[in-house]
């Protein structure tokens, strides 16, 4: 198929700004989708991504500027506004409904309100269609999706998005959610679509997937776009340099100088530890003063691994044990935990974490307030000061405990969620996938907040989908595959090969089979490697 | 995720059963009960019992739309809209020489709709949570229809007793039930159904993917006022007159029905027949404790003891269903 | 100071965060506590009499037994409940208050039994509601019935009774409590107000009952019993609404069962009225003060302007809607997203 030289591009924002009240969310965007392209945008958090999302997508419409699709400037009043244009979306959060099949999560919103759209049968053909091209049984599309896993899940919103017409495909985040064959499958799906002239608009944070896929990228930083460059351009370095307005955006990968802990020294175990009814027992340990990072893809047993070890949920066998003034203590549950010095950060923060009614100062303060008290009743100036010192110790801005904490970015919310459990002078703090989501600037006072705890003697355990995280700020790395530790890694095996064959349940040496126990394999494409 | 483990037999149940048998169960257990202590309730003694119970069995059912639009969808109004229906039944119609059975039955629905699409105004357009736009038209309508008809009133047109005859073969308000139970059985066939539950389980779901919520939910507040209309026109037949203090007690007796039925409080899951189960349900419950000359006393106390493990029971079912 | 870790260097750490919404909170708080003010300048001007010392103690009367009354419900909504079995209780303190009294109990056995009573209900509701995730509505609504039921029962519907003469006095306007000049029914509602708001504010108890209300499941994460809150909520709840039973008893000096009915709307009301949020997490009781004496105020205003009780309740129930419109609207969907 030949291109004509200057076509009309699919969706335009021409000079589009946003306030939010005062603030400016989006400054002069311009961005500008070609037909069969695969575009990607990205930027930190707080850079106005999410805001164009939601502009293209209806949710919102801008203050000033046009949208423009195929060189008509249109009012997207609506999502559904936006799918009569021919504009898809998938979120990275998994928008399904626990009441309905899958099928009719699918094909919702398709409907007039009393007219369907197509028969029953016509909808099955098409859902199931798009279904096993990703990869997922089609029998996900009758049950409700109450059983489903996260990636079932976002395969019914994906599904949902391409059984409609399209000619804009927006995935933001999307691919998070997803195991890496699924959306391998995806990829190589999107790449039939291109070809037949329909776009992508890719949001990502992760650059070997923007590498793989993308045509071109759109760099957003504080709400202005920032420059559009050529696949041949996008290199990480170059897109990350972009994004932050430095030159040294590279910096952080490198590795800080990983510390020998005493073997023996151990604060914190795992003994004969089962997760899952089926998954073989291990033995883990974590060692006093380190910090140990767990790997694994998601849906592998790390979430699951952090969560046994800091009491909130129980092992189906085996036990976990703290040390507790040189006694073993066994962790029966989280408020014992807490009181034998184990403090756990949750991963998913709306959900789990934060309480959108209340200040900073509240959110802060909530876990540690007995401490403060005598007979229920706290000392409002030692409780206001000891957030103070908290915040400005994490750098959480703004510095002021009575802010609002919906009105906080996502990592500076995140800082005060860490906050609440430091204040606590933890002896081991394990955190949830704490970085998810968070911007380059946060993670990097992160890496370095957890270097200067250990030094004063906390253990750190920390959960990561990231393995450059894993690699930045870990002096050991468990890797869960199958719902147990695979691997534990330390010193001179600690590399990015050694952790993402171990994710995939190889060791970096054996590259002829699997080694491990025979447990479920999680994907078939073993043999492609992501590379950075 | 998890490896699957056998899954226990109840849960299995739980999850291939629909939510509302243990409410039919229940309504079984009530039946033999009855029966037992009643000698005539086989022989035509419970045509009676479903006429007296017919206007909670509307009222509930009116009550099961906006439940299952989500988003704490709640109509505290459906008893003073039943109520605010006698009232202009027998304090604006009648004494006008308006009492053509035509024009009663459409001027019913009418005021129903109208008090329906207030509500929904209300709540979806306006967007005041729905228990305090509710509450609020309760005490308009409730004081509306007291102000009109201060005293009760007993003189009905010939022909409404037609609702209240028990001589065919079939209580005739059983008709009337049937009638409310298709309309909303062929608006079940459609999309609004998909549509409906979409929302109220998940209405950021439902508008990312292209539901307009704001429709949705609207019709659904439309639609409990036309059946609440419908249960006002059969209440006051059963009553045999228009009494405004009536209705309002009707309330919070059909939003307990609706949870006997088994519908979610928080939306999205349940129907009308859930609603009507557990209707009728409530009503045999206080007959029984009736029949056996149980004081009005202790009716009053069994009935909070029934409702509150009725709930609990219908809690713990739903655990099992969705137990992962 | 302490030593922040974050680089000088870094200007994208903190991209400037949206701005916060507390300009609108602030503003519809000043309104809240405006519009008592405001709506007593409108009643002194229309309706002689109000602007006397016994005219302003029967409005604080009437007020300090609804306030009693709207403690529970306004905890309840802050948990993301509600009591429907506040009027119940008002039943059974007052009947129990009267019958027992006339069979020759003594009046401190007596508020001991009622209170206990009150526990129980408080407990129950707290318990019930706890369990899988059921609906305070339908909880409460059952309780409801229970307690009514077994008042009936215990008394077998006896309705006569007696009160103590210092019951009739707390509520009486030209009653006066050590010489002040006060009723004791005042007293009351303004030692509780203090004690509530003291709660809210200044106690580890008050900061996990908002953060329950705001998110129950990072509230758990964060040592929060959602049972145990939950629980002393709803009996604190019962424990007041005796509280307005008992000087209910004083009023009429007969028993009803009954006589809480109107407080179920009228709770209701107040809180919603000062401005709390039915969704939890939000809200204090100070506001719900400040909606119940504008409705207080509002019903004495339309009673002086010789509306009947029947357009009394149409008129609140568009004073709700008109209120709700201004400072209480939900979000749309989209800007939930």
Same mark, same amino acid.
């Given at each position: 198929?030949?291109?004509?030289?200057?076509?009309?591009?699919?969706?335009?924002?021409?000079?589009?700004?946003?306030?939010?009240?005062?603030?400016?969310?989006?400054?002069?965007?311009?961005?500008?989708?070609?037909?069969?392209?695969?575009?990607?945008? %990205?930027?930190?958090?707080?850079?106005?991504?999410?805001?164009?999302?939601?502009?293209? &997508?209806?949710?919102?419409?801008?203050?000033?500027?046009?949208?423009?699709?195929?060189?008509?400037?249109?009012?997207?009043?609506?999502?559904?506004?936006?799918?009569?244009?021919?504009?898809?979306?998938?979120?990275?959060?998994?928008?399904?409904?626990?009441?309905?099949?899958?099928?009719?999560?699918?094909?919702?919103?398709?409907?007039?309100?009393?007219?369907?759209?197509?028969?029953?049968?016509?909808?099955?053909?098409?859902?199931?269609? %798009?279904?096993?091209?990703?990869?997922?049984?089609?029998?996900?599309?009758?049950?409700?999706?109450?059983?489903?896993?996260?990636?079932?899940?976002?395969?019914?919103?994906?599904?949902?998005?391409?059984?409609?017409?399209?000619?804009?495909?927006?995935?933001?985040?999307?691919?998070?959610?997803?195991?890496?064959?699924?959306?391998?499958?995806?990829?190589?799906?999107?790449?039939?679509?291109?070809?037949?002239?329909?776009?992508?608009?890719? %949001?990502?944070?992760?650059?070997?997937? !923007?590498?793989?896929?993308?045509?071109?990228?759109?760099?957003?930083?504080?709400?202005?776009?920032?420059?559009?460059?050529?696949?041949?351009?996008?290199?990480?370095?170059?897109?990350?340099?972009?994004?932050?307005?430095?030159?040294?955006?590279?910096?952080?990968?490198?590795?800080?100088?990983?510390?020998?802990?005493?073997?023996?020294?151990?604060?914190?175990?795992?003994?004969?530890?089962?997760?899952?009814?089926?998954?073989?027992?291990?033995?883990?340990? %974590?060692?006093?003063?380190?910090?140990?990072?767990?790997?694994?893809?998601?849906?592998?047993?790390?979430?699951? @691994?952090?969560?046994? @070890?800091?009491?909130?949920?129980?092992?189906?066998?085996?036990?976990?044990?703290?040390?507790?003034?040189?006694?073993?203590?066994?962790?029966?549950?989280?408020?014992?935990?807490?009181?034998?010095?184990?403090?756990?950060?949750?991963?998913?923060?709306?959900?789990?974490?934060?309480?959108?009614?209340?200040?900073?100062?509240?959110?802060?303060?909530?876990?540690?307030?007995?401490?403060?008290?005598?007979?229920?009743?706290?000392?409002?100036?030692?409780?206001?000061?000891?957030?103070?010192?908290?915040?400005?110790?994490?750098? /959480?801005?703004?510095?002021?405990?009575?802010?609002?904490?919906?009105? @906080?970015?996502?990592?500076?919310?995140?800082?005060?969620?860490?906050?609440?459990?430091?204040?606590?002078?933890?002896?081991?703090?394990?955190?949830?996938?704490?970085?998810?989501?968070?911007?380059?600037?946060?993670?990097?006072?992160?890496?370095?907040?957890?270097?200067?705890?250990?030094?004063?003697?906390?253990?750190?355990?920390?959960?990561?989908?990231?393995?450059?995280?894993?690699?930045?700020?870990?002096?050991?790395?468990?890797?869960?595959?199958?719902?147990?530790?695979?691997?534990?890694?330390?010193?001179?095996?600690?590399?990015?090969?050694?952790?993402?064959?171990?994710?995939?349940?190889?060791?970096?040496?054996?590259?002829?089979?699997?080694?491990?126990?025979?447990?479920?394999?999680?994907?078939?494409?073993?043999?492609?490697?992501?590379?950075? | 995720?998890?490896?699957?483990?056998?899954?226990?037999?109840?849960?299995?149940?739980?999850?291939?059963?629909?939510?509302?048998?243990?409410?039919?169960?229940?309504?079984?257990?009530?039946?033999?009960?009855?029966?037992?202590?009643?000698?005539?309730?086989?022989?035509?003694?419970?045509?009676?019992?479903?006429?007296?119970?017919?206007? !909670?069995?509307?009222?509930?059912?009116?009550?099961?739309?906006?439940?299952?639009?989500?988003?704490?969808?709640?109509?505290?109004?459906?008893?003073?809209?039943?109520?605010?229906?006698?009232?202009?039944?027998?304090?604006?119609?009648?004494?006008?020489?308006?009492?053509?059975?035509?024009?009663?039955?459409?001027?019913?629905?009418?005021?129903?709709?109208?008090?329906?699409?207030?509500?929904?105004?209300?709540?979806?357009?306006?967007?005041?949570?729905?228990?305090?736009?509710?509450?609020?038209?309760?005490?308009?309508?409730?004081? @509306?229809?007291?102000?009109?008809?201060?005293?009760?009133?007993?003189?009905?047109?010939?022909?409404?007793?037609?609702?209240?005859? /028990?001589?065919?073969?079939?209580? *005739?308000?059983?008709?009337?039930?049937? $009638?409310?139970?298709?309309?909303?059985?062929?608006?079940?066939?459609?999309?609004?159904?998909?549509?409906?539950?979409?929302?109220?389980?998940?209405?950021?779901?439902?508008?990312?993917?292209?539901?307009?919520?704001?429709?949705?939910?609207?019709?659904?507040?439309?639609?409990?006022?036309?059946?609440?209309?419908?249960?006002?026109?059969?209440?006051?037949?059963?009553?045999?007159?228009?009494?405004?203090?009536?209705?309002?007690?009707?309330?919070?007796?059909?939003?307990?029905?609706?949870?006997?039925?088994?519908?979610?409080?928080?939306?999205?899951?349940?129907?009308?027949?859930?609603?009507?189960?557990?209707? =009728?349900?409530?009503?045999?419950?206080?007959?029984?404790?009736?029949?056996?000359?149980?004081? +009005?006393?202790?009716?009053?106390?069994?009935?909070?003891?029934?409702?509150?493990?009725?709930?609990?029971? *219908?809690?713990?079912?739903?655990?099992?269903?969705?137990?992962? | 100071?302490?030593?922040?870790?974050?680089? $000088?260097?870094?200007?994208?750490?903190?991209?400037?965060?949206?701005?916060?919404?507390?300009?609108?909170?602030?503003? &519809?708080?000043?309104?809240?506590?405006?519009?008592?003010?405001?709506?007593?300048?409108?009643?002194?001007?229309?309706?002689?009499?109000?602007?006397?010392?016994?005219?302003?103690? +029967?409005?604080?009367?009437?007020?300090?037994?609804?306030?009693?009354?709207?403690?529970?419900?306004?905890?309840?909504?802050?948990?993301?409940?509600?009591?429907?079995?506040?009027?119940?209780?008002?039943?059974?303190?007052?009947?129990?208050?009267?019958?027992?009294?006339?069979?020759?109990?003594?009046?401190?056995?007596?508020?001991?039994?009622?209170?206990?009573?009150?526990?129980?209900?408080?407990?129950?509701?707290?318990?019930?509601? &706890?369990?899988?995730?059921?609906?305070?509505?339908?909880?409460?609504?059952?309780?409801?019935?229970?307690?009514?039921?077994?008042?009936?029962?215990?008394?077998?519907?006896?309705?006569?009774?007696?009160?103590?003469?210092? =019951?009739?006095?707390?509520?009486?306007?030209?009653?006066?409590?050590?010489?002040?000049?006060?009723?004791?029914?005042?007293?009351?509602?303004?030692?509780?107000?203090?004690?509530?708001?003291?709660?809210?504010?200044?106690?580890?108890?008050?900061?996990?009952?908002?953060?329950?209300?705001?998110?129950?499941?990072?509230?758990? !994460?964060?040592? =929060?019993?959602?049972?145990?809150?939950?629980?002393?909520?709803?009996?604190?709840?019962?424990?007041?609404?005796?509280?307005?039973?008992?000087?209910?008893?004083?009023?009429?000096?007969?028993?009803?069962?009954?006589?809480?009915?109107?407080?179920?709307?009228?709770?209701?009301?107040?809180?919603?009225?000062?401005?709390?949020?039915?969704?939890?997490?939000?809200?204090?009781?100070?506001?719900?003060?400040?909606?119940?004496?504008?409705?207080?105020?509002?019903?004495?205003?339309?009673?002086?302007?010789?509306?009947?009780?029947?357009?009394?309740?149409?008129?609140?129930?568009?004073?709700?809607?008109?209120?709700?419109?201004?400072?209480?609207?939900?979000?749309?969907?989209?800007?939930?997203?």
């Amino acid at each position: 198929m030949s291109t004509p030289p200057i076509e009309p591009a699919v969706v335009e924002l021409a000079g589009i700004t946003h306030r939010y009240g005062p603030t400016v969310a989006l400054s002069d965007c311009r961005l500008s989708i070609a037909p069969g392209e695969v575009h990607g945008l %990205v930027g930190e958090n707080g850079s106005g991504k999410s805001t164009v999302v939601k502009l293209l &997508s209806g949710i919102m419409r801008p203050t000033e500027g046009e949208v423009r699709v195929g060189g008509r400037a249109v009012e997207l009043r609506s999502p559904a506004a936006a799918q009569r244009h021919e504009i898809v979306t998938v979120f990275q959060e998994t928008l399904v409904s626990d009441e309905c099949s899958g099928i009719d999560n699918v094909f919702a919103g398709t409907d007039g309100i009393f007219r369907r759209a197509r028969s029953g049968r016509a909808e099955r053909q098409a859902a199931e269609q %798009v279904v096993q091209s990703l990869g997922a049984p089609a029998s996900i599309l009758q049950s409700s999706p109450h059983h489903l896993s996260l990636a079932e899940r976002q395969v019914l919103t994906l599904t949902r998005a391409l059984v409609r017409p399209w000619r804009l495909l927006i995935l933001d985040e999307a691919t998070s959610a997803l195991d890496l064959s699924t959306r391998d499958r995806l990829f190589a799906l999107l790449d039939d679509h291109r070809r037949e002239g329909r776009s992508v608009l890719f %949001v990502s944070h992760r650059m070997d997937e !923007l590498e793989i896929l993308i045509d071109r990228a759109t760099v957003q930083r504080s709400g202005r776009t920032v420059g559009t460059v050529d696949k041949d351009e996008a290199t990480p370095a170059r897109l990350l340099s972009m994004m932050s307005g430095r030159s040294d955006a590279g910096e952080h990968h490198v590795r800080a100088e990983a510390r020998a802990r005493k073997a023996s020294d151990v604060v914190l175990r795992g003994v004969e530890l089962g997760l899952a009814a089926q998954a073989p027992a291990f033995d883990l340990d %974590v060692r006093r003063g380190e910090i140990l990072g767990i790997g694994g893809l998601d849906g592998q047993g790390g979430s699951h @691994l952090v969560e046994v @070890l800091a009491g909130v949920r129980p092992s189906t066998s085996g036990r976990v044990e703290v040390d507790r003034d040189g006694s073993w203590t066994r962790v029966t549950g989280y408020r014992q935990a807490f009181r034998s010095g184990i403090a756990y950060v949750p991963g998913k923060r709306q959900e789990e974490g934060l309480f959108p009614s209340l200040t900073v100062g509240d959110n802060l303060s909530l876990a540690t307030l007995p401490r403060y008290s005598r007979v229920g009743v706290f000392r409002a100036s030692s409780v206001l000061a000891r957030v103070r010192e908290e915040m400005s110790r994490l750098g /959480v801005v703004p510095h002021d405990p009575s802010y609002p904490i919906t009105g @906080l970015s996502g990592g500076n919310a995140q800082k005060v969620l860490v906050g609440r459990w430091l204040a606590a002078e933890p002896d081991v703090l394990i955190l949830n996938d704490p970085l998810r989501g968070v911007d380059l600037g946060t993670k990097r006072d992160f890496y370095a907040l957890l270097r200067e705890l250990t030094e004063a003697g906390t253990t750190v355990v920390m959960l990561s989908t990231e393995i450059e995280e894993l690699l930045t700020c870990c002096d050991r790395v468990a890797v869960c595959q199958a719902e147990r530790v695979f691997d534990v890694l330390e010193g001179e095996e600690l590399t990015y090969d050694a952790v993402l064959a171990a994710m995939f349940g190889r060791h970096v040496d054996a590259p002829a089979g699997p080694t491990g126990p025979a447990g479920p394999a999680p994907h078939d494409s073993h043999d492609r490697k992501v590379t950075l | 995720m998890s490896a699957t483990v056998a899954t226990p037999l109840l849960q299995t149940v739980a999850r291939k059963v629909p939510y509302f048998v243990p409410a039919l169960v229940a309504v079984g257990v009530m039946l033999l009960l009855t029966a037992s202590e009643s000698e005539t309730f086989l022989d035509g003694g419970w045509k009676l019992v479903l006429v007296y119970a017919s206007p !909670l069995v509307l009222l509930a059912m009116a009550q099961a739309p906006v439940v299952l639009s989500g988003g704490g969808g709640l109509d505290l109004s459906v008893g003073p809209t039943a109520g605010l229906v006698s009232v202009v039944i027998a304090a604006v119609l009648i004494p006008r020489d308006l009492s053509v059975a035509w024009l009663v039955i459409v001027a019913a629905i009418l005021t129903g709709a109208a008090a329906g699409a207030v509500n929904a105004t209300l709540v979806t357009l306006v967007r005041i949570p729905p228990i305090i736009a509710t509450l609020a038209t309760y005490l308009v309508f409730a004081g @509306l229809a007291t102000q009109v008809l201060g005293a009760p009133t007993g003189f009905l047109p010939e022909w409404m007793s037609w609702f209240t005859s /028990v001589d065919g073969v079939l209580p *005739n308000v059983l008709y009337v039930i049937l $009638g409310v139970g298709l309309v909303w059985l062929l608006l079940t066939r459609t999309a609004y159904w998909r549509n409906l539950l979409m929302v109220g389980s998940n209405d950021r779901a439902a508008y990312t993917a292209g539901v307009n919520v704001t429709a949705v939910r609207f019709l659904a507040y439309l639609l409990t006022g036309v059946m609440a209309g419908v249960a006002g026109l059969v209440l006051t037949a059963v009553l045999g007159g228009a009494d405004s203090t009536v209705g309002p007690t009707y309330t919070l007796q059909a939003i307990a029905a609706v949870a006997l039925g088994g519908l979610s409080l928080a939306g999205g899951r349940g129907g009308l027949f859930g609603a009507a189960v557990g209707a =009728v349900l409530l009503f045999l419950i206080q007959n029984y404790l009736t029949l056996t000359e149980a004081s +009005s006393f202790e009716l009053r106390m069994a009935y909070g003891v029934v409702l509150i493990v009725a709930i609990v029971a *219908n809690g713990a079912w739903d655990r099992k269903r969705k137990a992962r | 100071m302490s030593t922040a870790i974050t680089q $000088g260097d870094a200007p994208v750490a903190a991209a400037s965060p949206p701005p916060p919404k507390r300009r609108a909170v602030r503003a &519809s708080s000043v309104l809240v506590y405006l519009s008592p003010v405001a709506m007593f300048v409108v009643l002194t001007l229309t309706t002689p009499g109000v602007l006397s010392t016994t005219g302003v103690m +029967s409005l604080l009367v009437l007020a300090s037994v609804l306030g009693l009354a709207a403690v529970g419900q306004t905890w309840a909504v802050m948990i993301g409940g509600i009591d429907l079995s506040i009027p119940a209780t008002i039943g059974m303190a007052n009947v129990l208050v009267t019958t027992l009294y006339a069979e020759g109990w003594g009046f401190g056995r007596i508020v001991l039994l009622v209170a206990v009573v009150s526990l129980a209900i408080g407990t129950a509701n707290g318990l019930l509601s &706890s369990l899988f995730g059921l609906h305070p509505l339908v909880v409460t609504l059952g309780m409801a019935s229970l307690v009514t039921g077994s008042v009936l029962v215990a008394t077998d519907g006896n309705t006569g009774g007696d009160v103590p003469g210092f =019951v009739t006095d707390a509520v009486s306007p030209v009653g006066s409590l050590w010489g002040i000049g006060v009723p004791a029914a005042v007293v009351l509602w303004l030692l509780t107000l203090a004690v509530v708001l003291a709660v809210e504010r200044r106690t580890v108890f008050g900061r996990r009952l908002y953060a329950l209300g705001s998110n129950e499941r990072a509230a758990r !994460l964060a040592l =929060v019993r959602p049972v145990m809150i939950r629980v002393v909520v709803y009996s604190v709840g019962a424990l007041c609404a005796s509280a307005a039973g008992l000087l209910l008893a004083g009023f009429s000096g007969g028993a009803s069962v009954s006589i809480g009915d109107p407080y179920l709307f009228s709770t209701i009301t107040a809180v919603v009225v000062g401005g709390t949020s039915l969704l939890g997490g939000a809200g204090t009781y100070a506001r719900t003060v400040a909606g119940v004496l504008v409705t207080t105020m509002f019903t004495t205003l339309l009673v002086g302007l010789e509306i009947g009780p029947n357009m009394q309740q149409v008129m609140l129930g568009i004073a709700i809607l008109l209120l709700i419109t201004v400072y209480g609207r939900d979000r749309h969907v989209a800007q939930r997203l």
